[in-house]
């Protein structure tokens, strides 16, 4: 009988005991399903959330290729049970900022994207760079930033630059100059200098004041190349053909209009560009003359709104005079000036490459083989020449900005994707 019982409480104990392994097996298998499913449902919800991020950064690049110009924009919209925030910067240094993020529950993601227009670059470190044509100020004439160049740096009477100078090349020298910084030359002769001067073994120092140190360097000062490259400005070139050919002379004489891309003639049969007598003209792509341009009596030129911080170009074959408070703007925004450059060789001070003069304003000047002349009180944010002669009055005030300036093909410039990357 107690065999009976002890058989009978043994096979009660084992199917307590499968029992239990059983509920625990099966405990064990529902929180792993659970588990399973709460990583699955996690891993779906990360995805969802990463691929409703993307689409607010693709939803923002349609909205920009549709509509180029438009300012800095936020907005938000709801899909698939999260929500987008997409936030769209203004155009800085020829580039958009694009950053959206999405939120389902809890799950939050970010990406930035950085959306650039295609462009060139070019970087103006002096308030003026010469080349070998060195240059001429004119009594009272001033630069307010660094000058840098290739040949002499002369004044007939007393000439102004508020910052440094240097002048490269054995035998070149600085001449009846008042420098407001420090100088670097190989010879000195009848300068006034705030600050340091130093000069070239070989060279001479003749009635200087220095109210700094003089020092004296056996190595000679080297040259530098003039910034944009003719690679650069054959591009140019391609860019104003790319809008179709004007063969005949175009003139805006008070009147409004719009002009590029273009280019104005042709090599072989060059055709000139007037903007006069309080004419305005909005620049909408690189312009390029293959004769003259002139502007003058009030006329003013400047940058279509849609190049944003970047800059405009308008080139010229021929010469180029602007006169009787002429104006040259950029595009309204920071960063964005109007660079006028001519190929023009001439070295003459009656028909220079560039002649800018009776207040006109506003640009950046530039020369590749020629004279720039600055007369009668103009004034100029930059200039860079082979040869500058700054005749009385005149005045160059250089701008930081300029240290990196962008160059695009006008408002239709095409855009790419610079980055695009998960910020959080």
């Not at 100088?183 to 600050?195: D, F, H, P, Q, V």
Request: hydrophobic content about 35%; some cysteine; overall charge positive.
């Amino acid at each position: 009988m107690r065999i009976k019982n002890k058989k009978g409480f043994i096979a009660i104990f084992i199917t307590i005991l499968i029992m239990i392994v059983v509920v625990s097996v099966g405990l064990g298998l529902s929180i792993l399903v659970v588990n399973s499913q709460r990583i699955l449902i996690n891993a779906v919800s990360s995805k969802k959330v990463y691929y409703l991020t993307e689409i607010g950064v693709e939803d923002a690049l349609l909205r920009l290729r549709q509509n180029p110009q438009m300012t800095s924009f936020s907005y938000a919209f709801n899909l698939e049970g999260g929500t987008v925030n997409v936030g769209i910067s203004d155009v800085l240094g020829g580039s958009r900022t694009i950053l959206s993020s999405a939120n389902i529950g809890s799950r939050i993601k970010k990406i930035k994207a950085v959306y650039t227009i295609l462009s060139s670059e070019a970087s103006f470190f002096y308030g003026v760079q010469v080349g070998e044509g060195g240059m001429e100020i004119g009594n009272n004439a001033r630069v307010k930033g660094n000058v840098f160049s290739n040949g002499t740096i002369s004044s007939s009477n007393k000439g102004y630059i508020d910052n440094n100078v240097v002048v490269a090349n054995n035998g070149n020298k600085i001449k009846n100059l008042e420098i407001g910084g420090d100088a670097l030359s190989y010879s000195c002769e009848n300068c006034k200098i705030t600050g340091d001067l130093t000069y070239v073994s070989g060279g001479t120092i003749s009635g200087c004041i220095v109210s700094g140190s003089t020092f004296v360097r056996t190595e000679k000062i080297n040259p530098e190349p003039l910034p944009i490259p003719e690679s650069q400005i054959i591009n140019w070139k391609q860019e104003g053909l790319s809008g179709g050919v004007i063969n005949n002379n175009v003139v805006y004489n008070s009147v409004t209009g719009s002009l590029g891309p273009v280019q104005i003639g042709t090599p072989s049969a060059p055709k000139n560009l007037e903007i006069t007598n309080n004419a305005r003209v909005k620049i909408t792509g690189t312009v390029y003359v293959t004769g003259n341009i002139i502007i003058s009596n009030n006329a003013v030129l400047e940058l279509d709104s849609g190049y944003g911080s970047t800059s405009g170009v308008i080139l010229a074959d021929g010469r180029i005079t602007l006169k009787n408070n002429a104006i040259l703007r950029g595009s309204g925004h920071p960063g964005s000036y109007v660079l006028i450059l001519s190929t023009n060789p001439s070295l003459d001070p009656s028909y220079p490459a560039i002649l800018v003069g009776n207040n006109a304003q506003g640009a950046i000047f530039y020369t590749t083989s020629g004279l720039i002349y600055l007369s009668n009180n103009m004034k100029a944010r930059e200039v860079t020449g082979y040869k500058i002669k700054i005749n009385n009055n005149a005045e160059v005030e250089y701008e930081s900005g300029l240290q990196n300036v962008y160059f695009s093909s006008g408002p239709g410039g095409s855009w790419t994707i610079e980055s695009w990357k998960v910020v959080e």
